[in-house]
């Protein structure tokens, strides 16, 4: 997974798109068609499946033996590199195979991957640092509180809602890194709902949540320019923002986005 200051998705989508620019060029370059295509295809694939199966190994325990979970590509949990030097292997044992496709194959390559850069790149140059907005939420008795405890501590700020399957679905994964890793603050901020709504459901699930409060005019999300919930904000211990995320996270991939974004209070700290 790809942590930097913008949503998650952005690098799984330029990723898909340099993949279909590459099939595409394999097609239609001279000499290539389906068999140059077919030759990019296998390639892919099996840098994806390597790519999963070293994260899944390297998380192992966060799945405890949950083979659905392991198998759901869907949480975008990726080691890139064994990936990408499985994918290479395949592609030269192909090519070493299939000569008369090499000259499209490898335009193909080069396509993908001046497409992959220069996305990334574009995508990586933003305007200034963002920081913690200075904004006030209600806790659990109605009283204005500020976002940030002013304590330390790096920030991660989860803005959920209890009608979003997505935030139901990863709320005891969260709960769970709450309880375990005590180097980060975590904060569960509701958006637009009533104290008996996110008391009902937060007792329906059994949940136990610190720092939870409430944003009943969604002053947070607007601040941030989230649109749509789940989303998670990384802040680190001066309140700049390292990495915003779109989306649920299972208990891997938060892990992974902890020890990434924090090194220096991660160790061992969420296994």
Same mark, same amino acid.
């Given at each position: 997974?790809?942590?930097?200051?913008?949503?998650?998705?952005?690098?799984?989508?330029?990723?898909?798109?340099?993949?279909?620019?590459?099939?595409? *060029?394999?097609?239609?370059?001279?000499?290539?068609?389906?068999?140059? !295509?077919?030759?990019?295809?296998?390639?892919?694939?099996?840098?994806? @499946? #390597?790519?999963?199966?070293?994260?899944?190994?390297?998380?192992?325990?966060?799945?405890?033996?949950?083979?659905?979970?392991?198998?759901?590509?869907?949480?975008?949990?990726?080691?890139? #590199?064994?990936?990408?030097?499985?994918?290479?292997?395949?592609?030269?044992?192909? @090519?070493? =195979?299939?000569?008369?496709?090499?000259?499209?194959?490898?335009?193909?390559?080069?396509?993908?991957?001046?497409?992959?850069?220069?996305?990334?790149?574009?995508?990586?140059?933003?305007?200034?640092?963002?920081?913690?907005?200075?904004?006030?939420?209600?806790?659990?008795?109605? %009283?204005?509180?500020?976002?940030?405890?002013?304590?330390?501590?790096?920030?991660? *700020?989860?803005?959920?809602?209890?009608?979003?399957?997505?935030?139901?679905? !990863?709320?005891?994964?969260?709960?769970?890194?709450?309880?375990?890793?005590?180097?980060?603050?975590?904060?569960?901020?509701? &958006?637009? !709902?009533?104290?008996?709504?996110?008391?009902?459901?937060?007792?329906?699930?059994?949940?136990?949540?610190?720092?939870?409060?409430?944003?009943?005019?969604?002053?947070?999300?607007?601040?941030?320019?989230? =649109?749509?919930?789940?989303?998670?904000?990384?802040?680190?211990? %001066?309140? =700049?923002?390292?990495?915003?995320?779109?989306?649920?996270?299972?208990?891997?991939?938060?892990? &992974?986005?902890?020890?990434?974004?924090?090194? =220096?209070?991660?160790?061992?700290? #969420?296994?």
């Amino acid at each position: 997974m790809n942590i930097g200051p913008y949503s998650f998705p952005v690098a799984p989508l330029i990723l898909l798109v340099s993949i279909g620019i590459a099939l595409w *060029v394999a097609r239609k370059a001279t000499h290539g068609g389906p068999a140059a !295509e077919t030759t990019i295809l296998y390639s892919v694939v099996t840098g994806l @499946l #390597v790519s999963r199966l070293a994260f899944v190994g390297q998380y192992l325990p966060a799945y405890r033996g949950d083979v659905l979970k392991m198998l759901d590509f869907r949480d975008l949990g990726f080691e890139p #590199v064994p990936g990408a030097v499985a994918g290479a292997m395949v592609l030269l044992v192909l @090519l070493a =195979k299939r000569r008369h496709v090499r000259r499209a194959a490898m335009l193909a390559v080069f396509a993908g991957c001046a497409s992959w850069g220069l996305a990334t790149a574009f995508a990586d140059t933003g305007g200034p640092a963002a920081f913690l907005p200075a904004v006030t939420v209600l806790d659990m008795n109605g %009283n204005l509180q500020p976002l940030a405890h002013n304590d330390g501590k790096p920030l991660v *700020v989860n803005l959920w809602a209890s009608w979003c399957g997505p935030c139901r679905a !990863e709320m005891p994964v969260l709960a769970e890194a709450q309880r375990d890793f005590t180097q980060v603050d975590i904060a569960f901020i509701n &958006q637009g !709902e009533s104290e008996a709504a996110v008391n009902d459901f937060v007792a329906e699930h059994g949940l136990v949540l610190h720092n939870l409060a409430r944003d009943p005019n969604l002053a947070v999300a607007r601040a941030v320019g989230a =649109k749509a919930f789940p989303t998670t904000l990384f802040y680190d211990q %001066n309140g =700049k923002l390292l990495a915003m995320h779109l989306g649920p996270f299972s208990r891997a991939t938060f892990e &992974q986005a902890l020890e990434t974004l924090y090194p =220096k209070t991660a160790p061992g700290a #969420v296994h």
